[in-house]
């Protein structure tokens, strides 16, 4: 079956600091990929997307690539600010068209201290 | 701007109780889903609904597990006879609005304790 995995952990950086949040998956057919965040409090919100293959996502400075070859869809952020603490999930959908569920990984927690 | 909402935001019941969750979906949305976090694992798809009937669920979603749209705007999780395992943070997610992005928004969870 569909399977995400994600880098564990939580992560902590200072403030300006390159960020990567590794995920890699498995699915059988070709998915759409996911990112959604979660701030404290709050549900989750979808963050950026791709659909195909070499897509790239991008939304708030984030960005992610959907690698085929790979099988991959890191998220990375040139200068993180306090405001980016929160955590990240990577996710797909089976279909490619978003109307049918999400395969999520666990989550990376992350705290950007000042 | 539209939101997804969740009630209540806390549920605390003792083992072999009944709970339900309840959410009300963006208005125009024709999509709903439940998905489950325990504590440390990954958010699990439970449910999805569509058309006032169940488009797919998962193998977690037992007969345990029930759902229903009673009135047009709440879409609601039973849970019977909970048992400890139940513990987890549970969401609901709507999609399928006019402009059919196909975004699943989410709300922001009840959390669920079985004692």
């Known amino acids: 079956g569909n399977s995400v995995t994600q880098m564990e952990g939580p992560v902590t950086l200072s403030e300006e600091a390159f960020l990567t949040i590794n995920c890699t998956y498995t699915a059988t057919g070709y998915p759409s990929l996911f990112w959604y965040v979660q701030y404290p409090g709050e549900g989750l919100q979808l963050l950026l997307k791709?659909?195909?293959?070499?897509d790239k996502g991008s939304n708030k400075g984030f960005e992610a690539t959907y690698r085929k070859e790979t099988t991959s869809f890191h998220l990375e952020k040139g200068s993180v600010q306090v405001s980016d603490s929160a955590v990240y999930f990577c996710?797909?959908?089976?279909?490619?068209?978003?109307?049918?569920?999400?395969?999520f990984g666990t989550g990376t927690r992350l705290t950007i201290i000042p | 701007e539209p939101e997804v909402t969740q009630t209540p935001s806390h549920q605390v019941t003792q083992m072999g109780q009944e709970v339900i969750l309840r959410c009300v979906p963006i208005s125009n949305h024709l999509y709903f889903y439940w998905y489950r976090q325990i504590l440390g694992q990954k958010v699990e798809f439970l449910v999805s609904f569509y058309n006032n009937e169940i488009s797919e669920k998962s193998e977690i979603f037992d007969d345990q597990f029930s759902v229903e749209r009673p009135d047009g705007s709440n879409f609601t999780l039973k849970i019977r006879s909970t048992k400890l395992e139940d513990s987890a943070m549970y969401f609901c997610?709507?999609?399928?609005?006019?402009?059919?992005?196909?975004?699943?928004?989410f709300g922001p969870g009840t959390r669920l304790t079985v004692l």
């Open positions: 791709a659909t195909k293959a070499d």
């Open positions: 997610a709507s999609s399928g609005g006019p402009a059919d992005s196909n975004e699943q928004f």
């Open positions: 996710a797909l959908s089976d279909l490619g068209f978003g109307n049918e569920k999400l395969t």
